[in-house]
């Protein structure tokens, strides 16, 4: 079984100054990120590979995951994700090696909400239509695949394990 | 705000396309079997055309209207009524044998009683004969003459079908997949997207991957059509409305996509899928428009813009295009040299906004506005074909009645009607039993604003406005529900041939 971690980049500072590219999460988000590094940590589900686009913002919340997992979590960077379309994040997902079989993507919207909807084909129904309705920042989508191979990833064939996000975690929910 | 909209009003391709796509030889055909009956020329028979997209009030409207006529309810703006010059209305042995009936019975029994309930939606064409026995309006004296109405019933979805007829599968497919990267649609195509990446149109042809793509590719199209959505359907017409080819290997395909560059080959999946297309066209959308849509003498276009408004700017805006893709169907079905020596087509449209008995009186001019609104390109197109066209709101069933209703020494005007079973207004939830007295609100003066704000269709709660499903009226058995401006509607279709 594969288990993949789309995480969304949690809240950001506005478009001001910088570079889109360039925008650091605010204090918000960092609580954010904090809280949802806890509540995955809590259900002892953690990836062992986790992959962020390069952007500022979602370099930071995946460096804030791993501290919080005290680096039991190895750390890349793949620029593909930034702006990364559907079937982008589809192919990188397909490219992602055998031997890791806990994978996170920490990426951005439009795409990686498109994608959470994309794979998943099943998972307890409350979280299916929340996943479907938003992808706030700092959502995390947990998926897992009976496959041995990433790429055999397919539309509609995954199950949603889990669905966090930073509101309802905040809200006492966990 | 417009991009969602206005990316798909390129779906078409232009005018000129269509017609060079041999329309011209589908009206020759639909003129030799209208030639093929007298009646027609005698102009003692109509034929009027109801449709109008999923959910619009098709069957209700049909049904009520048969429902007054035979009933001999009281029409003041149909002037052979108010005349008094009406003797009898009634139903006809079915005149096609190769179309069903349409089920009038059926229909009025589900609206009637103690479990009455709004009727199933149409979901394949019918049609009904209807004989109207008047006493004509002639200046030297009353003489006795009868109309041949037939109301053919078909989903509006399929119109959209006709600009499919001059499209390749392969601009199709292309514009299809834009259509569907909109921000309005992307999520709901998210998984027919997601397994058109790495597929390889070259492959091989394979029924079960083709049978896959093509059930994500029809719930991607249900999805956007569904309530908290209400975004307007794409073709092909028959993914959604399958009539009689529910469950047909007619509907198994898809877009993939393929390139424009090099010839699709042969024995690959994009050849299958091609060669569906190819097929759905030549058996279905074509025979569509050559055996029945080709035949109409006019037109009732019926339009749910308040589910619209309730879904959002992104569904209004949608609704706007398809519109305007319902009309080009009109506009080829007149526009050509060959129109001139058939008899004359399609002569009179009307737009009508339904379900007005959701609001008060007040607003139903601002209804009627908003619809203008949504059909103005629509209807732009059509200028210079030599169709008269009207918009109109109206109720074919009114479920509801007005009252004004004291609160803290205001008046406020409210409808007053059964709420569905399930439907909640401000947190009560309704049993299907009970009244209530709903302030509707205020439609926004100027109906441009309907079209501003976010792109993306919003679920119902988030809305500005938000309209109540109430139950059907009871009645006395047999006994025509109250309506609102029906009788204007059908004086616009009908009421010069009462004359």
Do not use: C
Not at chain 2, 392 to 405: G, N, V
């Amino acid at each position: 079984m594969l288990r993949l971690f789309l995480i969304r980049h949690a809240k950001a500072e506005p478009h001001v100054g910088r570079g889109d590219y360039e925008r650091r999460l605010t204090g918000r988000g960092r609580d954010d990120a904090r809280r949802v590094a806890q509540a995955l940590a809590a259900r002892r589900t953690l990836p062992e590979l986790l992959i962020h686009s390069g952007a500022a913002r979602a370099k930071e919340t995946a460096e804030i995951l791993a501290a919080a997992w005290r680096g039991k979590v190895e750390l890349q960077e793949d620029r593909a994700l930034y702006e990364a379309s559907l079937a982008t994040l589809i192919e990188r997902t397909r490219a992602l090696r055998r031997e890791h079989k806990r994978v996170g993507l920490v990426g951005h919207n439009p795409g990686l909400g498109e994608l959470a909807v994309a794979l998943t084909g099943s998972g307890a129904k409350p979280g299916l239509s929340r996943l479907a309705a938003k992808y706030p920042t700092g959502a995390v989508a947990v998926l897992d695949f009976s496959v041995q191979r990433w790429e055999e990833v397919e539309s509609n064939s995954g199950k949603l394990a889990l669905y966090l996000t930073p509101a309802e975690l905040e809200a006492g929910a966990d | 705000m417009q991009t969602g909209g206005r990316r798909l009003n390129r779906l078409a391709g232009s005018w000129a396309d269509v017609f060079l796509s041999g329309f011209s030889d589908l009206l020759f055909e639909a003129g030799l079997v209208a030639r093929s009956i007298g009646d027609y020329f005698s102009g003692a028979a109509l034929r009027v055309g109801v449709t109008g997209l999923s959910r619009a009030g098709k069957t209700v409207f049909l049904t009520a209207l048969i429902n007054n006529l035979i009933a001999g309810a009281r029409l003041p703006v149909l002037a052979a009524s108010a005349e008094g010059r009406i003797v009898r209305a009634r139903l006809e042995p079915q005149p096609d044998d190769a179309v069903p009936r349409f089920d009038y019975e059926e229909h009025l029994a589900s609206l009637s009683g103690p479990d009455r309930r709004w009727p199933q939606s149409t979901r394949r064409i019918a049609e009904l004969r209807l004989t109207i026995e008047f006493e004509s309006a002639a200046a030297w004296g009353a003489r006795r003459s009868s109309l041949k109405l037939d109301l053919v019933d078909y989903p509006g979805e399929w119109l959209l079908d006709l600009p499919l007829l001059d499209k390749s599968y392969t601009t199709w497919s292309r514009e299809t997949l834009a259509a569907s990267e909109t921000p309005a649609r992307a999520h709901l195509a998210a998984k027919w997207r997601a397994a058109l990446v790495g597929l390889d149109p070259d492959a091989e042809a394979d029924e079960d991957q083709a049978r896959r793509i093509a059930e994500l590719f029809t719930a991607y199209l249900r999805h956007a059509r569904d309530d908290v959505y209400a975004l307007s359907t794409l073709p092909p017409g028959r993914f959604l409305m399958p009539g009689d080819l529910e469950g047909s290997p007619a509907l198994t395909f898809a877009p993939i996509a393929v390139s424009d560059e090099r010839p699709i080959a042969s024995g690959s999946l994009a050849a299958m899928m091609a060669r569906r297309y190819e097929a759905y066209k030549t058996h279905v959308a074509r025979p569509f428009f050559r055996d029945h849509f080709a035949r109409l003498d006019r037109q009732i276009v019926l339009v749910d813009a308040l589910s619209a408004l309730n879904s959002g700017p992104a569904a209004l805006n949608d609704l706007e295009n398809a519109l305007t893709e319902v009309m080009r169907a009109f506009r080829a079905g007149r526009a050509s040299w060959l129109g001139s020596i058939l008899r004359p087509r399609i002569d009179r449209i009307l737009f009508a906004a339904t379900k007005a008995d959701h609001l008060h009186h007040k607003s139903h001019d601002r209804l009627e506005a908003i619809l203008r609104a949504l059909t103005a390109r629509a209807i732009a197109r059509a200028e210079g074909v030599g169709a008269a066209i009207d918009v109109i709101a109206l109720a074919a069933i009114r479920a509801t009645r007005e009252a004004e209703i004291r609160t803290g020494g205001e008046t406020l005007d409210a409808i007053v009607g059964v709420p569905e079973k399930g439907e909640t207004i401000g947190g009560e939830l309704f049993d299907g039993v009970a009244e209530a007295a709903v302030f509707p609100g205020e439609l926004p003066a100027d109906p441009e604003t309907i079209f501003e704000g976010d792109a993306i269709a919003l679920p119902e709660a988030d809305n500005d406005w938000r309209f109540v499903r109430f139950r059907p009226p009871l009645t006395r058995r047999g006994e025509p529900a109250p309506q609102i401006r029906l009788d204007r509607a059908l004086q616009f279709l009908i009421g010069d041939r009462l004359a």
